[in-house]
């Protein structure tokens, strides 16, 4: 227990977790994000009204005590709905971002290590990636497949792993020539055992906070699919899509499309915030840039 | 010079011939028969009335749509390169006269929504970066959080329901004088600002610390000078550099921020295009899209010789 007490006080961890505790705003991003996906475990139970219950002698019927954020067009209580569409939102941004993270750092991974004729052929589909308009590529090839919650992750962490791929190549590649490198590969290493266990440790730094970032974008992304009714399929409802609904009744009911478009905002924000936290305690060099 | 330009040039050829393979089959792997539709008239593939199949069969010969999916690869393509890039299914016309008519509302708001963003932007980049830790560095950096963080659709929609809903000041859809481009510029360009204004602030502060800014300042000149002839320039590479990056990023929020004001631009008719399954709309937009993207790129890349003469092209 002593020993790993030791451990933990001189670790890089706890210099990393030193650093991100001084940026409070982070912190506080952090725990709002902890308690928010706490929350979307548990929120079918934690919903005051079954989602889905239609209440038709209450439709659009702004804030009030019985229905705190207002209801919907079809009378349904607005906040439980949001709280379960909370799961779509958060759950796509969150297996998206990580699928991409997963596909663009092998890919950069064996870009960086293999070099030539790997390299440029994976440059050059990173390429193609980044100059197709993400929104157009994603809405043309979710109008194919039929947009269940599982396709729309699949289809945004396909799309969206060039900027992992790029950054983790340009690390790879100028850490492949150091010495420690050149020692595994004395040893017989194997190439996987080089780049898993002795390139990709050296190059975490940034991956992990464009994680965070990627998380933001992958909801943002989610949320304008959604909202042009090409992400998961009513009566489900993300929070995208009930903005898209708020869009319709924007004159009668404008409570609908605000209080969605204010939980995606503070959610991304919260997500932007530990971003930044998370690049200034494991790059202090990038700081204050 | 002229040589790098060259080379660069013919590498783009084979990333757009890919884009065009992938483009064309992910359309065409789309479930719901556009002539079902055509007749129709519906977005769910609704057939209406008494159309038997012979008919279908006709129109389908009639678009080529019966041929084998590599015969109409190779026609459509040979058909873009000699500019001709097909019928639109659902407006029975030319797809590029469609889309010319949709240019001109896409770029004036992209320069609108660009122009705003750089007048944001540069004035907090700058000023942040020449006074860390000061109020306005705090603003600016809260500034550009908010910029990244807020969905653009929806600040439209907050945008309307003030301005338009409640103060009846601006109009809320459509492109008809300077009062409608107000809103859609605005959104676009604090979208943009957030990402712009952090750029501005990094590159600036990284260079103000080398050394010949110092040697600048050694040297007595007036810190005016030292900012505006040594730094700027140096700073401005970076700034250029996402340049090509913000330009796909305008024509992905242009789909979303034309759906919401109604503006009669490219972004809203992909939009209809696809809930129509028009392929050859959709088709040319994407790779006009992505061609454009390609060539700012290139552009982006020439200008660093402008403004940095110490890069060589090789």
């Not at chain 1, 209440?55 to 009378?75: C, I, M, V």
């Not at chain 1, 464009?210 to 933001?216: E, F, G, N």
């Not at chain 2, 690869?73 to 407006?91: Q, T």
Request: include cysteine; charged fraction near 15%; glycine fraction near 10%.
């Amino acid at each position: 227990m002593t020993r790993l007490r030791e451990r933990w006080r001189y670790s890089l961890l706890r210099q990393n977790y030193v650093r991100f505790r001084k940026n409070k705003a982070a912190v506080v991003a952090g725990i709002f994000l902890t308690l928010l996906y706490i929350a979307m475990l548990f929120a079918p139970r934690l919903a005051p009204y079954d989602p889905l219950e239609i209440h038709l002698l209450n439709k659009l019927e702004a804030p009030s005590a019985t229905f705190l954020l207002g209801t919907d067009d079809l009378g349904r209580d607005l906040l439980s709905r949001l709280m379960v569409g909370s799961q779509i939102s958060l759950t796509v941004g969150f297996i998206a971002a990580g699928l991409s993270l997963i596909v663009g750092v092998c890919m950069g991974l064996m870009a960086g290590y293999f070099g030539k004729p790997t390299d440029p052929l994976i440059m050059a589909l990173v390429d193609i990636l980044m100059s197709i308009p993400a929104l157009l590529l994603i809405l043309a090839i979710v109008a194919i497949v039929s947009p269940s919650i599982f396709n729309i992750m699949l289809v945004l962490g396909l799309t969206m792993w060039a900027p992992y791929a790029r950054i983790t190549r340009g690390k790879i590649l100028s850490l492949k020539e150091q010495d420690f490198v050149e020692g595994a590969r004395a040893i017989g290493a194997s190439h996987t055992r080089i780049m898993f266990r002795y390139l990709l440790p050296n190059a975490l730094a940034p991956i992990i906070v464009m994680a965070t970032v990627s998380v933001a974008g992958a909801i943002l992304l989610e949320s304008g699919l959604s909202f042009l009714g090409y992400g998961v399929q009513p009566p489900q409802a993300s929070w995208g899509a009930i903005i898209g609904m708020g869009r319709r009744f924007l004159r009668q009911a404008p409570h609908m499309a605000t209080s969605a478009g204010l939980a995606i905002f503070f959610t991304v924000l919260a997500f932007n915030l530990v971003g930044d936290g998370l690049r200034d305690a494991l790059d202090p060099r990038q700081k204050n840039r | 010079m002229l040589q790098y330009t060259i080379r660069k040039l013919l590498a783009a050829i084979p990333i757009v011939f890919a884009i065009t393979i992938i483009v064309f089959t992910i359309l065409h792997m789309t479930p719901g028969d556009p002539i079902r539709i055509l007749i129709g008239f519906g977005v769910g593939g609704y057939a209406g009335g008494d159309v038997d199949d012979s008919m279908i069969e006709v129109l389908r010969a009639k678009w080529g749509l019966d041929q084998p999916l590599h015969i109409q690869y190779v026609k459509w393509l040979g058909n873009i390169v000699r500019g001709d890039m097909g019928n639109s299914i659902r407006f029975r016309s030319p797809v590029w006269p469609l889309i010319k008519a949709r240019l001109l509302p896409t770029i004036l708001l992209a320069l609108v929504g660009y122009g705003i963003a750089i007048l944001l932007a540069f004035p907090l980049g700058v000023i942040s970066a020449l006074r860390q830790n000061s109020i306005v560095d705090y603003f600016s950096t809260g500034f550009s959080l908010f910029g990244l963080s807020m969905p653009v659709f929806w600040l439209g929609l907050m945008l309307i329901l003030l301005f338009s809903v409640r103060w009846g000041l601006l109009p809320t859809s459509g492109m008809n004088g300077w009062k409608t481009f107000v809103m859609p510029g605005f959104v676009l360009g604090f979208s943009l600002a957030g990402g712009l204004t952090r750029m501005i602030r990094s590159s600036l502060l990284e260079v103000l610390r080398q050394d010949y800014v110092n040697t600048a300042r050694a040297k007595g000149l007036a810190e005016r000078i030292v900012i505006v002839k040594h730094a700027f320039r140096n700073a401005a590479i970076p700034v250029v550099t996402i340049f090509g990056l913000n330009l796909a990023y305008i024509l992905s929020g242009s789909v979303l921020i034309e759906t919401v004001f109604a503006w009669p631009g490219l972004g809203r008719l992909v939009f209809q295009s696809l809930g129509n399954r028009d392929y050859p709309v959709v088709q040319a937009i994407v790779l006009l899209g992505a061609v454009v993207v390609i060539f700012a790129n290139l552009t982006t890349d020439l200008v660093y010789g402008f403004i940095d003469p110490r890069i060589r092209y090789e």
